[in-house]
T-cell receptor, first 111, second 115 residues
Framework: GQQVMQIPQYQHVQEGEDFTTYCNSS?????IQWYKQRPGGHPVFLIQLVKSGEVKKQKRLTFQFGEAKKNSSLHITATQTTDVGTYFCAGPSSNTGKLIFGQGTTLQVKP | KAGVTQTPRYLIKTRGQQVTLSCSPISGHRSVSWYQQTPGQGLQFLFEYFSETQRNKGNFPGRFSGRQFSNSRSEMNVSTLELGDSALYLCASSKEPTGLTYEQYFGPGTRLTVT
């Protein structure tokens, strides 16, 4: 079945360093969404990308959607302790439309 | 606008019992999805309801069931609980079905512990 994979699973960085998580789908996606879950919290919607090659920025966060619409990335510049959490990508199944989540990348930031 | 609410927030049950969890979506949202989250398995899709109809179902046994009411509120039921059912159960609502370009809004979850 359709799969959405994320790497790395875990990332520890020093505060101020950059961070990138990658998301790869086994099939073409109509759109991709990113969510952030703080420790002890619930996933919170960050952004949605729809167009091939689309790049969107939210302050220090840069999101990209690949040209083939099968991969995406989230890059955080100069991480802060408030960036700690698990970042999930999710895309709709081409068959059923149900949202398929990646396994998530857990980011730890050392102050 | 009020967010997604889930009740109860915490629950402790014994193996073999059954449990019903409730989710109230954001006003105006007609799609409700349920997920099981465990440390080892991440976010696993259970089912999605839209306009009182189950639209999608994940790979869970028949012990897991759900329904949606005319006011879009949803319930999920787990019968004959097993230890492995211990997890955080998240409900998420969106305006339209998830296959369209609508983001999901998650509730705080129900933490279920089966002993």
């Amino acid at each position: 079945g359709q799969q959405v994979m994320q790497i790395p699973q875990y990332q520890h960085v020093q505060e101020g360093e950059d961070f990138t998580t990658y998301c790869n789908s086994s099939t073409t996606l109509s759109n991709i969404q990113w969510y952030k879950q703080r420790p002890g919290g619930h996933p919170v919607f960050l952004i949605q990308l729809v167009k091939s090659g689309e790049v969107k920025k939210q302050k220090r966060l840069t999101f990209q959607f690949g040209e083939a619409k099968k991969n995406s990335s989230l890059h955080i510049t100069a991480t802060q302790t408030t960036d700690v959490g698990t970042y999930f990508c999710a895309g709709p199944s081409s068959n059923t439309g149900k949202l398929i989540f990646g396994q998530g990348t857990t980011l730890q930031v050392k102050p | 606008k009020a967010g997604v609410t889930q009740t109860p927030r915490y629950l402790i049950k014994t193996r073999g019992q059954q449990v019903t969890l409730s989710c109230s979506p954001i006003s105006g949202h007609r799609s409700v999805s349920w997920y099981q989250q465990t440390p080892g398995q991440g976010l696993q899709f259970l089912f999605e309801y839209f306009s009182e109809t189950q639209r999608n179902k994940g790979n869970f046994p028949g012990r897991f069931s759900g329904r949606q009411f005319s006011n879009s509120r949803s319930e999920m039921n787990v019968s004959t609980l097993e230890l492995g059912d211990s997890a955080l159960y998240l409900c998420a609502s969106s305006k339209e079905p998830t296959g369209l370009t609508y983001e999901q809004y998650f509730g705080p979850g129900t933490r279920l512990t089966v002993t």
